[in-house]
Every structure is written in C-alpha cells, then in structure tokens.
C-alpha cells in the first residue's frame, strides 16, 4: 500500500515579516487550502518548506500542528533528513511521536559519504523509526548520488517504500521502475517532467507548483491514471510557464512569491534566502490570470 498516490505539496514555511517567526494563521489557512483543493498529500518542513532555516522545536512544532489540524484526512509527510544521521534520527523519532504517516529523508549532504556510509545512513534511521521512509535524491542540492544499486539494496528494508527523485534524468527513472518492485513507490520530483514521468510508471508528484495550482497537479495525475492521455498533454502543455518560471531563482523564492501574491502568505523569508528580483517578480506577474481561480478575496 503506497503512503499516497497523485500529488503531494512540497509546502511553503509562512512567516512574519515583522518578526520573522512562523505565521500560525497563514499556515492554517495553508493546510485549509490544500485540503479544499484536492492536494493528496502533505510534505511539512521539506526544502520548499526552508527546513535548512527552521529549527528543530519549530520543525516538530510545524509536523504536530499539521498532523493534529489535518486529522487524518490526507497522509502528513516530515521532512527530517540531513547530513548528520544521529541529528536525523532525532528529528525522525519526534515527527513520529507527534503523528507524521511517514518521512521524507534526503541524501547527506556536504560531507556526502562513500557507498557504504550511504546505505548505512539509511538504514540507521529506518531502523529507529516505525513510519515509512521515503528516500529524497536531489543531487543538484545535495552533490550526492544515490545509485540505483543502492536504492535496490535500501528497497529491501520494511521501513524504507519509496522514492522522490528529482534527478531530472528519465533514464535513472526507468532503471528504478524496471529493477524495484510494484510495490515501492517513486514520485517525481521535478514538476517540468511530471508527465514523462507518469509514463515511467511512477506513482505521482513532490510538488512545488501545486503551492498555487493544487487542483491541477491533482487533475494532471488522474488524467493519466484515468487514460485521459491527450487531456493531460493539454494540462501538462499549461503548466510549461509556470513551472519553468518558479525556478528561475532558487526555490522556494519564487513560489513563496507568487503565494504572497495570491493572498495567503505574508512576503517574508530566512536569509540567506531574500525575495525575488524586479525582472522575476514581472514574469511571475505574467501567471496572475492562470492562478486567480485560488487568489482570497
């Protein structure tokens, strides 16, 4: 039983622009958003969410209030991986003390590690934990790379189901397909070739544009599922502009923008991560029209 199927939002961390601490208010009316608007799943404290920024008592504090406010009815998925396994743990046993369905665990990074010292990171905290993992592989982040060797090795162990690859490379996802059992899930994490990826066989998205088009990203995972197949090439042709323009600064600048832009959020980050520039601010402004439906009046 895979922890979700369809598309998962990689969610923005609102804060005050006064203070600089979290916006309680805006991350509720957050988590209201997404639940009125077809989001499959929750990703809390991920890098779209600033975890790198955050620290651990406002990481837990974010994964227990969305667990407790969402009441079950999407899968709450933690963000508690970094590049020191006893600190992962750490956060990983706590998220699931205070009711995470399941983790989202990225390669270690800058001190990276060796073949062996990457399996053995895994392991390590799957074998700390009773919640399904899901293994992150960004190497254009983290400089490290998961083979598919490794993630075949790391499918064996019970706690470890699935994999977010952001890879961006639709050979290293066909190999994962073909060599992993059905039941171990892979969920795209480049928004650009969510449809590529689809056709891979993968079981649906981490996504960074569903923080502003969350009924498409779900209706672009049932369209496919449905063989609705021209139907989502029309959506996926849609979503071309928008999801190359929230990346033209680091994420989440440009989405966390464009969220303040519909109303939700106030325009505030951590440094070292500071607003957009004027020239992205007016190509975001060019997808006003395409995200109105969802602006709070």
């Known amino acids: 039983m895979h922890i979700y199927e369809g598309s998962a939002v990689a969610l923005v961390t609102p804060f005050d622009e006064r203070t600089n601490e979290i916006d309680w208010t805006a991350f509720e009316e957050l988590l209201d958003f997404h639940l009125d608007n077809l989001t499959d799943a929750l990703v ?14 406002e990481q837990i504090e974010l994964i227990k209030f969305a667990v407790d406010y969402v009441d079950g009815r999407v899968p709450i998925i933690a963000g508690t991986g970094i590049n020191d396994t006893a600190h992962s743990i750490k956060l990983s046993q706590q998220a699931e003390m205070v009711g995470a369905d399941a983790l989202l665990i990225v390669t ?5 590690t060796s073949t062996r010292g990457m399996l053995i990171h895994f392991k390590t905290i799957a074998d700390s934990v009773n919640i ?30 699935a994999i977010k690859d952001a890879t961006g490379d639709l050979e290293y996802t066909r190999e994962l397909r073909e060599r992993l059992p059905e039941e171990f899930a892979i969920y795209s994490g480049n928004d ?21 088009l969350p009924r498409e990203l779900h209706q672009q995972y049932e369209l496919f599922a449905n063989g609705q197949l021209d139907e989502a090439e029309a959506l996926t042709e849609r979503l071309a502009g928008i999801n190359e323009a929230l990346f033209l600064e680091t994420n989440p600048i440009p989405v966390k923008y464009l969220v303040h832009e ?8 951590r440094l070292p991560l500071i607003e957009p520039s004027e020239e992205v601010k007016t190509e975001l402004a060019q997808y006003d029209t395409l995200v109105s439906d969802y602006k709070k009046a």
Not at 108 to 112: I, R, S
């Open 44 to 57: 809390i404290t991920g890098t779209t969410g600033e975890s790198s920024t955050l620290t651990d008592g």
């Open 108 to 112: 270690p990074y800058y001190n990276k």
């Open 132 to 161: 399904p993992i899901i293994l992150y592989h960004v190497p254009g982040r983290t400089g490290a790379v998961l083979t598919v060797d490794q993630v075949v090795e790391l499918a064996n162990h019970p706690n470890i189901v």
């Open 192 to 212: 650009d070739i969510n449809l590529e990826m689809l056709k891979l066989g993968v079981n649906g998205f981490i996504s960074v544009t569903a923080n502003v």
């Open 262 to 269: 519909m109303g939700y959020i106030q325009n505030s980050y």
